[in-house]
């Protein structure tokens, strides 16, 4: 049997990878919204849909960073709402491990989890921004050095409360103290499904330790292959096998009954992704200068960047060394053939894209599953609500003739639909 695709749905409307100029683009806060995209990521038969988090607005030269953020109602709220109107389809939220206290979480994603009939999932993620942490009690306290110490040590906590089966707790830890019995008994799956996408090697550890998924970053066959291969091989000395783990990359797609419409398709969505504006904002996130008299048109800076500089407060999406980026940056434009800082963005910042008629995207997406460079993909489609309908009824049908899609859910909870065991105390 050919190995089986896993496909989620991360519902877009926090960056700029969603295209709001698009006639087709509708509200990112009416619950309509999220109810039309899950009901169609469950009627493709995804695994399950994933919430992003964003704990602060970002600021640009001391305003909003508008070209990139919007808003978006709680978490728990859409989740346990959705929970409501779907009856498979796996509920992911991003919950921060850095800011938030064991016993609320666990009791909040048990809520979940029992209100779902077992299909909640935590994207556990870290912070040590000490921007964000100013909404906080705790404040960004947190050295990067000891954030996956206290995700380990809020994952123990709550895993403790999940199993405890109405017995008491004394849990005791540098980071949590916690006396008492957990309110909620065991939940259908015995715990949420965990989900982690951190990158470095601490968070492969954590990784390859704790995770049941892994929200991937590398989008490339060989960089998936590479990654593929090194979290699942740190999986045996936690002894766990290889197959506890579904690794799941961002990418996007872009349809056309042609592979040339296709092609066409795609560099208008990444286009509209990077207008002018945002291409010189990206840019001044780099180099920490006001660059707004350049045309985002003509060619990078012959300035370099000012190292010191923090020209945006909040997530950023490079390497800390803006002097290394810079001269990647300039190297790749070169090599290119002269990219202009708009086209140099639309390079650096594109996802792993699926672009062909139908029958060739799921084709690639086969290949790519069959050759282990990932288990499946996590669709970040640039319209919202309506960014999944053409690939549900398009693509989902074609990878169902290859043989590697299922054709119905064989259970009703996510842990199902991962093929991943019951947890035990």
Do not use: C
Request: charged residues 25%; proline residues 6%; hydrophobic residues 35%.
């Amino acid at each position: 049997m050919k190995k089986q695709i896993h496909l989620a749905a991360h519902f877009p409307g926090v960056n700029n990878t969603t295209v709001w100029s698009d006639p087709a683009a509708g509200s990112q806060t009416d619950f309509s919204s999220f109810v039309a995209f899950a009901q169609n990521a469950e009627r493709g038969l995804f695994d399950f849909l994933f919430l992003a988090e964003g704990l602060r607005l970002r600021e640009h030269q001391g305003r909003i960073h508008d070209l990139d953020v919007v808003g978006r109602p709680d978490t728990f709220t859409v989740l346990n709402a959705l929970a409501a109107v779907t009856t498979h389809l796996g509920l992911g939220g991003t919950i921060n491990t850095t800011f938030n206290e064991p016993w609320e979480l666990a009791r909040q994603f048990a809520s979940l989890d029992h209100l779902s009939g077992g299909r909640a999932a935590w994207n556990l993620v870290t912070s040590s921004d000490a921007f964000t942490g100013e909404n906080f009690r705790r404040g960004g306290f947190l050295a990067p050095e000891q954030r996956y110490d206290r995700a380990q040590q809020m994952l123990d906590a709550a895993r403790e409360l999940w199993l405890s089966d109405g017995r008491a707790i004394d849990h005791h830890g540098d980071q949590f103290d916690m006396a008492g019995r957990f309110p909620l008994p065991p939940t259908p799956q015995g715990h949420p499904v965990l989900i982690q996408s951190g990158d470095s090697d601490a968070g492969r550890e954590f990784g390859a330790k704790t995770a049941d998924a892994i929200f991937s970053r590398h989008g490339s066959l060989e960089s998936g292959q590479e990654f593929y291969r090194d979290l699942k091989g740190r999986m045996a000395k936690y002894g766990r096998e290889r197959s506890e783990i579904t690794i799941l990359p961002a990418t996007t797609f872009a349809l056309g009954e042609t592979e040339a419409e296709a092609q066409e398709n795609g560099h208008r969505i990444r286009t509209a992704q990077v207008g002018p504006q945002t291409a010189i904002a990206f840019l001044e996130q780099v180099w920490g200068r006001d660059l707004s008299a350049y045309d985002p048109d003509g060619p990078l800076p012959d300035v370099d960047p000012d190292p010191g500089a923090e020209i945006t407060r909040g997530r950023v999406r490079h390497d800390k060394d803006p002097l290394a980026v810079a001269q990647r940056w300039r190297e790749l434009a070169e090599a290119k053939g002269g990219l202009s800082i708009r086209e140099l963005i639309i390079e650096t910042t594109a996802r792993q894209s699926f672009v062909g008629t139908p029958k060739q995207v799921a084709k690639q997406m086969d290949d790519y599953v069959q050759a282990d460079a990932s288990d499946g993909f996590i669709l970040v489609p640039h319209l919202t609500p309506g960014g999944l309908d053409e690939f549900v009824e398009k693509v989902v049908p074609e990878l169902q003739d290859l043989g590697s899609y299922r054709t119905e859910y064989t259970g009703p909870t996510l842990r199902d639909h991962l093929g991943l065991t019951h947890p035990r105390p």
